[in-house]
């Protein structure tokens, strides 16, 4: 069982530690960081950053928060994530759409990490079930759904199947709301505050399957 903390709409230095240090993973949507410039983080007039992993050295734990990245003009929507002091990485959301302000990144990734193998989704990608397909046949056993937007009634029936068809536990944050599946593609865990404590279930099992294609049997 992972316990872990979430908050909607606060900012990390508005976050209570003493709080965050009881769970294995504290989760933060889009406005807990705020725009993140690596121009301004290279030249030290911000520090967001590291604020996060110490962040994380505080609880002991993982921290994870979303937050819009500008590469010295290239904007990407991405999710952060620190563990026990230490700056782990940055997912960018890889699918881009036609009109959009955000550019599109180049990989998936699971991290390694204190409490398991997490991987990390962010914004449109949720409508790609390569992503987490991809981190499923990688190992990973929490799939965690950064969302800037609002929950949208298909967000439900989403997350609920890629729980169910991948074998994989899944957490989604949105600007609304948080909301989680088991394995099963049962709702493990909901809630609309803004802050929330949820317990969830990480299981790994595996099916043995068969597959037959067309071709020359060697």
Request: charged share 25%; with cysteine; proline share 1%.
């Given at each position: 069982?992972?316990?872990?903390?979430?908050?909607?709409?606060?900012?990390?230095?508005?976050?209570?530690?003493?709080?965050?240090?009881?769970?294995?993973?504290?989760?933060?949507?889009?406005?807990?960081?705020?725009?993140?410039?690596?121009?301004?983080?290279?030249?030290?007039?911000?520090s967001k950053l590291?604020?996060?992993?110490?962040?994380?050295?505080?609880?002991?734990?993982?921290?994870?928060?979303?937050?819009?990245?500008?590469?010295?003009?290239?904007?990407?929507?991405?999710?952060?994530?620190?563990?026990?002091?230490?700056?782990?990485?940055?997912?960018?959301?890889?699918?881009?759409?036609?009109?959009?302000?955000?550019?599109?990144?180049?990989?998936?990734?699971?991290?390694?990490?204190?409490?398991?193998?997490?991987?990390?989704?962010?914004?449109?990608?949720?409508?790609?079930?390569?992503?987490?397909?991809?981190?499923?046949?990688?190992?990973?056993?929490?799939?965690?759904?950064?969302?800037?937007?609002?929950?949208?009634?298909?967000?439900?029936?989403?997350?609920?199947?890629?729980?169910?068809?991948?074998?994989?536990?899944?957490?989604?944050?949105?600007?609304?709301?948080?909301?989680?599946?088991?394995?099963?593609?049962?709702?493990?865990?909901?809630?609309?505050?803004?802050?929330?404590?949820?317990?969830?279930?990480?299981?790994?099992?595996?099916?043995?399957t068969k597959t037959?294609?067309?071709?020359?049997?060697?």
């Amino acid at each position: 069982m992972l316990k872990i903390y979430t908050d909607r709409s606060n900012t990390l230095i508005n976050v209570d530690v003493g709080v965050a240090k009881n769970f294995q993973i504290s989760l933060f949507g889009f406005d807990a960081l705020g725009k993140v410039s690596y121009k301004y983080e290279l030249s030290g007039s911000e520090s967001k950053l590291p604020e996060l992993s110490a962040f994380s050295r505080k609880t002991g734990g993982v921290v994870i928060a979303g937050a819009v990245t500008d590469n010295y003009g290239i904007l990407k929507k991405s999710a952060i994530i620190a563990d026990r002091g230490k700056l782990l990485g940055i997912s960018d959301m890889v699918v881009g759409y036609d009109g959009s302000l955000y550019q599109g990144g180049g990989s998936y990734k699971v991290y390694q990490t204190s409490a398991c193998k997490i991987g990390l989704v962010v914004d449109d990608d949720i409508k790609n079930f390569e992503a987490v397909k991809s981190m499923s046949l990688c190992d990973a056993d929490l799939i965690v759904i950064i969302s800037s937007q609002e929950e949208k009634k298909e967000h439900n029936f989403l997350v609920r199947a890629y729980a169910y068809l991948f074998g994989v536990s899944v957490l989604l944050i949105t600007k609304s709301s948080v909301l989680a599946s088991d394995i099963h593609g049962e709702v493990c865990g909901r809630s609309v505050d803004v802050t929330s404590n949820l317990i969830i279930p990480v299981k790994r099992q595996y099916v043995l399957t068969k597959t037959k294609r067309r071709g020359v049997k060697d």
